[in-house]
């Protein structure tokens, strides 16, 4: 069975920095592209950055761009979310999601972890 | 950008009624690449069907997806009490977008 754990959220200040984890387990996990979705309070959800299986090619929602870091470890079964510059509208549930396929192109989200909670203020 | 807009925002609704939920794509959907999940407070998100029409393993066959384009329903034919949950649609055709959710509560 497919089980997909979060981690790493938290309360940080405007500007600060965190990383969050996902790891994977009961899957070929490099066989497979991963993304973050993320859900504000009282919000629907949004879909911030992808991740192919190789980690070679990474996707981000504009806007994330340029603060927010996707990265993987095939060795370790973990995808990250390196948030830097965070601003009180990144605050969310931070969910981890497994692609159905290698690529994240035209592929659905098959298997979610139960989310993180990230809180940014001061 | 493609917006889904899911209506109604809450059905109340008896268990062994059937429930019918809808989402309208502001644009057509790219080969109908449309998902619906359902999720539970404190759960993962559950993927029910995909590519408009097709269950996902281990979903029962009282959940059906239908539709094209723009306009897609999900049905649930006789609803059991573990189905009262929050629904929401989601495109994957061009990036990735997702409605804003329909509450299915037990009237």
């Known amino acids: 069975e497919v089980q997909l754990l979060e981690s790493g959220g938290g309360l940080v200040q405007p500007g600060g920095s965190l990383r969050l984890s996902c790891g994977a387990s009961?899957?070929?996990?490099?066989?497979?592209?991963m993304s973050w979705v993320r859900q504000a309070p009282g919000k629907g959800l949004e879909w911030v950055s992808s991740?192919?299986?190789?980690?070679?090619?990474?996707y981000y929602a504009d806007s994330v761009k340029g603060r927010l870091t996707i990265s993987r470890d095939n060795s370790k079964n973990t995808l990250y979310l390196q948030m830097n510059s965070l601003r009180s509208e990144d605050t969310a549930v931070y969910y981890c999601?497994?692609?159905?396929?290698?690529?994240?192109?035209?592929?659905?989200?098959?298997?979610w972890g139960q989310g993180t909670l990230v809180t940014v203020s001061s | 950008e493609i917006v889904l807009t899911q209506s109604p925002g809450t059905l109340s609704l008896s268990p062994g009624e059937r429930a019918t939920l809808s989402c309208r794509a502001s644009?057509?959907?790219?080969?109908?690449?449309l998902a619906w999940y359902q999720q539970k407070p404190g759960q993962a998100p559950r993927l029910l069907i995909y590519?408009?029409?097709i269950r996902a393993t281990g979903i029962p066959d009282r959940f059906s997806g239908s539709g094209s384009g723009t306009d897609f329903t999900l049905t649930i034919s006789r609803l059991e009490p573990e189905d009262f949950a929050v629904y929401f649609c989601?495109?994957?055709?061009?990036?990735?977008?997702f409605g804003q959710g329909t509450k299915l509560e037990i009237k």
């Open positions: 009961g899957l070929t996990f490099s066989n497979y592209a």
């Open positions: 590519d408009a029409s």
């Open positions: 989601q495109q994957y055709g061009s990036s990735y977008t």
């Open positions: 991740i192919s299986g190789s980690g070679g090619s990474t």
């Open positions: 999601a497994k692609y159905s396929g290698y690529s994240p192109h035209s592929a659905r989200f098959d298997y």
């Open positions: 644009q057509s959907v790219t080969s109908d690449y």
